[in-house]
């Protein structure tokens, strides 16, 4: 008995062993170079525990650049595609979109209403949305939401001035997202989440929950990404369950007050309930959601690094305080969306530091069909994950010289026509880049241009210095806090 057991296990363990092996051969059969992976996690070693999934592409990009337009990959035994040439990163995200219009995520419409959103869904289905919701982004419909978001930023500077009255030294990732929250829950839920009064809020710890992701939650993830079918039966959740009963409830309660009260109100609320008649209050609310997590911490991840940059470079961070304080005095003490659109110097560090530290550092796309890259006689295959990483291309020497440095120049009028095209991807390209680019820049720049013209940013002891990203979080976040001082100016 023992005996059968043991051979059963023997030739069970060859057979896995074998397809395993032959598994790790995928790209290099298909005439690609590939990286070193190994049993179970692939070429993902180490990624969520001592390094993020974007330092590992850069890895790879590094290790393959300018040897092959692009270099496979194994998310686990999945095979995925990391492209490094920047026609072949034009193709997919533009040229030929047709034939990467998805981006393979995870969701379930049923088990996790929330997940099924613009973000994830495929084909024609994302398509109908894109067109449904692209009206909502324009810059008419931001201009509208501008004196909500005016009136909260000042707001969070006051609650400052009285905060830095006690203390040396602000968390301002933390500062930055208790913005954010108030922005987007006041625009997309049409609530007053108050998170920039009350520290550590309800609403505060949910939101901290949807992208706070533990190592287990981002392999799960991972997993259910490479296995959608599988990640379904076992109920996987995108958004972890007390979450998304919390989102689903407040933006159902937002409805029923707008109806009961007949508020009337310019805001995403507004807008998205306009298109009632076509999608049920799940698919508005998986939406609003999508605004929340799109919304809130890239442009608080923005702030931060653009604060870090600017406490380290104390001219920079005059220069700027000068056009916005100039700006605003010469228009009765008023900013207006024009105004912080037309600010020259404040979009150029904004753009620098997106660069540096693009808020999401890789764009996802899945081959819907056999893919040929032109000139070559790799074919990359259907069903193929592919993720591009903004984060290595942004940080290469040969397109952004001295990448390490901070220089707000390369975006000036003469030099940003000189930035190589598809080089430089901080909202991602093509038909499915980012859609709400103007609203993450304006809650942004107003954030900055609020901050710069009140405070003066320095570092602190704690500010950390170089900065290292947390493992498991698919955003950059710096691990241990971002430790600025403020000090009133006077
Ligand atoms: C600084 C702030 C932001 C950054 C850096 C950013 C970046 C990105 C990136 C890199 C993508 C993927 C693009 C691609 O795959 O080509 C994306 C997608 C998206 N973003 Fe943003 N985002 C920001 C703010 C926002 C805000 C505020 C919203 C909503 C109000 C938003 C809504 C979306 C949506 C809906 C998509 C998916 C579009 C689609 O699949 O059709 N984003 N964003």
């Given at each position: 008995m023992n005996i059968q057991f043991l051979s059963i296990f023997i030739v069970l363990f060859t057979l896995s062993y074998l397809w395993v092996k032959r598994r790790f051969r995928f790209w290099r059969d298909r005439g690609f170079l590939q990286g070193n992976p190994s049993f179970p996690f692939g070429t993902l070693k180490g990624v969520g525990r001592s390094t993020t999934s974007a330092e590992n592409l850069d890895y790879y990009y590094k290790k393959f650049k300018g040897k092959a337009p692009a270099v496979g990959l194994y998310n686990f035994l999945s095979p995925t595609l990391l492209p490094i040439d920047p026609e072949l990163i034009k193709n997919i995200l533009v040229r030929d979109f047709q034939s990467f219009h998805d981006r393979g995520f995870y969701f379930d419409?049923?088990?996790?209403?929330?997940?099924?959103s613009i973000l994830t869904l495929n084909g024609q289905d994302w398509k109908d949305r894109r067109v449904k919701l692209?009206?909502?982004?324009?810059s008419g419909k931001m201009k509208m939401m501008f004196d909500i978001l005016d009136g909260i930023s000042d707001k969070f500077v006051r609650t400052i001035v009285q905060e830095i009255s006690n203390i040396?030294?602000?968390?301002?990732r933390s500062w930055t997202q208790r913005l954010t929250i108030d922005n987007i829950g006041n625009?997309?839920?049409?609530?007053?989440?108050?998170c920039i009064e009350v520290k550590n809020s309800e609403f505060e710890q949910k939101c901290r929950r949807i992208t706070g992701l533990t190592f287990f939650e981002s392999l799960q993830f991972i997993f259910a990404t490479e296995f959608p079918n599988l990640g379904r039966k076992l109920g996987v959740?995108?958004?972890?369950k007390e979450v998304s009963s919390f989102f689903l409830e407040a933006f159902i309660d937002a409805i029923k007050y707008r109806e009961n009260n007949e508020v009337n109100r310019n805001d995403f609320v507004k807008l998205l309930l306009e298109l009632k008649d076509i999608y049920t209050t799940k698919e508005l609310a998986s939406e609003a959601f999508l605004v929340f997590i799109g919304g809130f911490e890239t442009s608080s991840t923005l702030m931060t690094f653009t604060l870090y940059e600017l406490a380290l470079n104390p001219d920079i961070q005059e220069r700027l305080r000068e056009e916005i304080t100039n700006g605003i005095e010469e228009n009765d003490g008023k900013l207006t969306y024009d105004m912080l659109f037309g600010f020259k110097y404040l979009d150029m560090v904004i753009n620098e530091s997106l660069r540096k530290y693009?808020?999401?550092?890789n764009q996802f796309r899945r081959a819907a069909k056999d893919y040929q890259i032109p000139n070559t006689k790799l074919v990359i295959p259907k069903g193929t994950n592919i993720q591009i990483n903004s984060f290595s291309l942004q940080r290469d020497p040969e397109y952004?010289?001295?990448?390490e440095k901070f220089d707000p120049?390369?975006?000036?009028e003469e030099n940003i026509?000189?930035?190589?095209?598809?080089?430089?991807l901080p909202f991602g390209d093509?038909?499915?880049?980012?859609?709400g680019m103007r609203f993450g820049l304006m809650q942004s720049k107003m954030g900055i241009a609020k901050i710069i013209k009140s405070f003066v940013v320095t570092t602190t002891?704690?500010?950390?210095?170089?900065v290292k990203f947390i493992?498991?979080?698919?955003f950059l976040a710096p691990v241990g806090g971002m430790w600025l001082n403020l000090t009133k100016v006077q």
């Amino acid at each position: 008995m023992n005996i059968q057991f043991l051979s059963i296990f023997i030739v069970l363990f060859t057979l896995s062993y074998l397809w395993v092996k032959r598994r790790f051969r995928f790209w290099r059969d298909r005439g690609f170079l590939q990286g070193n992976p190994s049993f179970p996690f692939g070429t993902l070693k180490g990624v969520g525990r001592s390094t993020t999934s974007a330092e590992n592409l850069d890895y790879y990009y590094k290790k393959f650049k300018g040897k092959a337009p692009a270099v496979g990959l194994y998310n686990f035994l999945s095979p995925t595609l990391l492209p490094i040439d920047p026609e072949l990163i034009k193709n997919i995200l533009v040229r030929d979109f047709q034939s990467f219009h998805d981006r393979g995520f995870y969701f379930d419409k049923e088990g996790d209403p929330l997940s099924a959103s613009i973000l994830t869904l495929n084909g024609q289905d994302w398509k109908d949305r894109r067109v449904k919701l692209s009206p909502i982004f324009t810059s008419g419909k931001m201009k509208m939401m501008f004196d909500i978001l005016d009136g909260i930023s000042d707001k969070f500077v006051r609650t400052i001035v009285q905060e830095i009255s006690n203390i040396d030294e602000l968390e301002m990732r933390s500062w930055t997202q208790r913005l954010t929250i108030d922005n987007i829950g006041n625009v997309a839920f049409g609530i007053e989440p108050n998170c920039i009064e009350v520290k550590n809020s309800e609403f505060e710890q949910k939101c901290r929950r949807i992208t706070g992701l533990t190592f287990f939650e981002s392999l799960q993830f991972i997993f259910a990404t490479e296995f959608p079918n599988l990640g379904r039966k076992l109920g996987v959740k995108f958004i972890p369950k007390e979450v998304s009963s919390f989102f689903l409830e407040a933006f159902i309660d937002a409805i029923k007050y707008r109806e009961n009260n007949e508020v009337n109100r310019n805001d995403f609320v507004k807008l998205l309930l306009e298109l009632k008649d076509i999608y049920t209050t799940k698919e508005l609310a998986s939406e609003a959601f999508l605004v929340f997590i799109g919304g809130f911490e890239t442009s608080s991840t923005l702030m931060t690094f653009t604060l870090y940059e600017l406490a380290l470079n104390p001219d920079i961070q005059e220069r700027l305080r000068e056009e916005i304080t100039n700006g605003i005095e010469e228009n009765d003490g008023k900013l207006t969306y024009d105004m912080l659109f037309g600010f020259k110097y404040l979009d150029m560090v904004i753009n620098e530091s997106l660069r540096k530290y693009p808020p999401i550092p890789n764009q996802f796309r899945r081959a819907a069909k056999d893919y040929q890259i032109p000139n070559t006689k790799l074919v990359i295959p259907k069903g193929t994950n592919i993720q591009i990483n903004s984060f290595s291309l942004q940080r290469d020497p040969e397109y952004f010289p001295n990448p390490e440095k901070f220089d707000p120049e390369r975006f000036n009028e003469e030099n940003i026509k000189n930035v190589q095209p598809y080089t430089n991807l901080p909202f991602g390209d093509g038909p499915r880049n980012c859609l709400g680019m103007r609203f993450g820049l304006m809650q942004s720049k107003m954030g900055i241009a609020k901050i710069i013209k009140s405070f003066v940013v320095t570092t602190t002891k704690r500010t950390p210095i170089p900065v290292k990203f947390i493992p498991p979080n698919p955003f950059l976040a710096p691990v241990g806090g971002m430790w600025l001082n403020l000090t009133k100016v006077q």
